[in-house]
């Protein structure tokens, strides 16, 4: 089947008023990003939907690229037409007999926004249907259940014939509800957290905490390479690298055994906030998932979320492990965090962390100590790099209209 045009529809953000025209941007430029490789392509987009131009490229790589681009309601391939009754005629036919097989059944389904068509929907269906049994074989019609659905869109520039919707990752475009920090680790859960705060269209800025020399350079590769399969979503993603080994072991020294973790926890969201400010960002994201381990109790999200009034966003707060695994895989980020590598949490985590931390214990045991100095150090001394995701990375957004 020769297809010329994908049709992208976006749903959800279609209802959102006065903002639909930046999402609509939004959108547009995610999809330019991750299509980039297809130079051929041209672009329209009206207020419904954004209609895409093949100009010759094969739309197979192209629909696989657009499956992950949040925003898409569905898309479907199409074939473009003049509207008048004698063009959409051939093209339907040429369109079915190039798809149907022997002994298929199949139903025509016309929507009309061009009012002012010679024909209405139901005239156009019995039309079409009609040219189209008079010049096959062995197809029949059925309208409940048919093997090809056979659906003409008639617009007044153009009439457009498909056959079927993709569906589309679904979500809101990334960028179109803000920035915020992710706190990513080298595990499972952040990395799912962050693509479910994407996909609501949050702009992430990943920050991680490292300790060399008891955490490796291979460790902090792994998240930089979790960076990057999220960067396959969001277009790039920041990645704000800390350094936290004098901090964690200041912890150690000051703090008794069983509330290092707390402490350790408190920590880290304090340096996240402090960049999340500097970032001119307005949330936190965490992979914390209610009674996971021992810092993810009630007990220990009140002790830490203490710290900052910043809201915090925890997408996988009640999603069973199990499921964030399944997740993981489907989105592309299990095979990096099952490698092995430390986390300087895991280094320093004590035999019997406490499961109910209380929080005037801990605020205790760290006023003994100035951590101030050292977050505002670890701040500054941090690293950051621009991740992209090499197959589908771009130079810039250059704007096509
Ligand atoms: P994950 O699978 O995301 O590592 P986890 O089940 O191991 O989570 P914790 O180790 O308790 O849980 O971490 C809880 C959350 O704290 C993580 O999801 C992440 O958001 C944040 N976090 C933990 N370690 C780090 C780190 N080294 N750098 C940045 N954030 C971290
Ligand atoms: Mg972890």
């Given at each position: 089947m020769k297809y010329d045009h994908i049709l992208v529809r976006f749903g959800e953000i279609s209802t959102k008023g006065k903002n639909r025209k930046k999402f609509i941007e939004k959108l547009r430029q995610h999809i330019r990003f991750v299509l980039k490789d297809f130079e051929a392509l041209k672009y329209a987009s009206d207020r419904d939907r954004i209609t895409i131009m093949l100009n010759g490229e094969d739309p197979e790589p192209i629909s696989e690229q657009l499956k992950s681009v949040f925003g898409i309601q569905s898309f479907s391939l199409a074939v473009k037409c003049e509207t008048n009754l004698d063009a959409i005629k051939d093209a339907a036919l040429t369109a079915i007999q190039e798809v149907y097989e022997q002994g298929n059944t199949f139903k025509v389904s016309t929507k009309r926004?061009?009012?002012?068509?010679?024909?209405d929907s139901n005239e156009m269906n019995r039309e079409i249907g009609g040219h189209v049994l008079r010049n096959t074989e062995n197809l029949t019609v059925n309208v409940k259940q048919p093997d090809v659905h056979l659906r003409i869109e008639i617009r007044e520039n153009a009439t457009y014939i498909t056959f079927k919707d993709v569906k589309g990752a679904g979500g809101l475009p990334v960028g179109s509800s803000g920035r915020a920090m992710l706190m990513l680790s080298?595990?499972?859960d952040s990395p799912v957290a962050g693509y479910q705060a994407m996909k609501r269209g949050i702009q992430i800025e990943a920050v991680h905490f490292f300790s060399p020399p008891y955490t490796s350079e291979r460790a902090k590769q792994k998240v930089i390479d979790l960076a990057e399969c999220l960067a396959a979503y969001g277009g790039e993603v920041k990645l704000h690298i800390v350094p936290f080994t004098k901090i964690q072991e200041l912890i150690q020294k000051q703090v008794p055994e069983n509330y290092t973790m707390t402490s350790t926890r408190r920590m880290m969201l304090k340096i996240a906030d402090k960049i999340r400010e500097k970032r001119d960002a307005l949330a936190i994201v965490t992979g914390e998932s209610l009674g996971q381990v021992a810092s993810q109790t009630l007990e220990s999200m009140y002790a830490i979320n203490h710290v900052t009034n910043t809201p915090i966003i925890r997408p996988l707060i009640a999603v069973d492990k199990n499921d964030i695994i399944d997740e993981a895989r489907r989105i592309g980020t299990y095979d990096t965090s099952i490698q092995p590598f430390e986390d300087c949490c895991t280094i320093f985590t004590p035999p019997s962390p406490k499961t109910k931390p209380k929080l005037e214990k801990v605020e205790r045991y760290e006023s003994f100590a100035d951590f101030e100095p050292m977050l505002d150090e670890a701040v500054e001394l941090m690293e950051t790099i621009i991740v992209t995701n090499e197959k589908k990375a771009a130079d810039e957004f250059a704007d096509l209209f």
């Open positions: 926004s061009y009012k002012q068509f010679e024909l080298g595990g499972f």
